[in-house]
């Protein structure tokens, strides 16, 4: 179970730590309050000293602090705009959790909520959420306005929504609203897109290794094995010479031009840390092929190469 001082669990700690901007209020009332501009606090003096004290070093105050910087600042008055939220949600009834895990981007995770009465999905980001007490009620008058947490009927904390987009909103919905086949069909659609977002963004490095290596073994299975000291390709060993060699770096550029027809690539220089991997033969034939893949024209020598660094 998570640590929590009056209303906070530890990862409101987290929250001010990861903010590149806060600010600070007192109010006559003897409340603190303090925003990240994303999630707002309300609290006591013990609650500030837990939370937040350990995070700026900084007594309760009206200041502010933008990277690691604190200056003097009274002109955001957060108690107002705090207790504003508060009045638009006084009519509104408690919003209701949904069990279905939403991913948002490749950083956050979002926690989905639904009033029944008005027939609105919100969205809130899982860390802020998590910062608040268990037990804590949420409420909100629309999709797009700021929730505020409520602990034993007083409000504590105010969180900014993550707009919603069609799909989740619909899935959302039917789980609440749609009979059990339909909601379980949009709750499948939901999760299909959220592991396709997750292995098109987690899986393209890995595809782009496994074809890499895939053309490399490739080359050096159709390249020949017969060649003299100084002159010809010689095949890589696949199994043991490592693609980031410098000789092999040669090898495979001087491979990749052996597969063109009537093409000879020759490396000179193999055992020096600059090879130069040198064209002859039926290279105008291939002219334009050649020049696309990066060799450069020698005059004096009247042939391609390709000077590797």
Partial sequence: MKKYTGNYTADAVKVLKNSDRLICRTDDDGMIYVTNGFTAYKMNPM??????QPVTYCEAGNYAIQNGEKREEATFDLAKTFREAVKATANTGDLVLCPLALTVDRKRTAAAYYNAEKDFVSLYDTRYISALCPGFTLRAPGSFAPAIAYSNGEPFALVLPIRPDENTTRAVKAYFTQTAGEAEQLRAELARLQDKLTHTETGAAALEERVQQQAYELEALRTVSEHSDTAEYKAPNVAQDSP??????????????????????????????APVVWLSGDTDKHADAIKAAGAKWSGKRSAFYVRVA
């Fill in 244 to 273: 980031a060699d410098t000789k092999t770096a040669a090898e495979v550029i001087a491979s990749r031009f052996s597969c063109m027809d009537g093409v000879t690539a020759t490396i000179k220089g193999a055992h020096t840390t």
């Fill in 47 to 52: 609650e500030y000293a837990s939370v937040v």
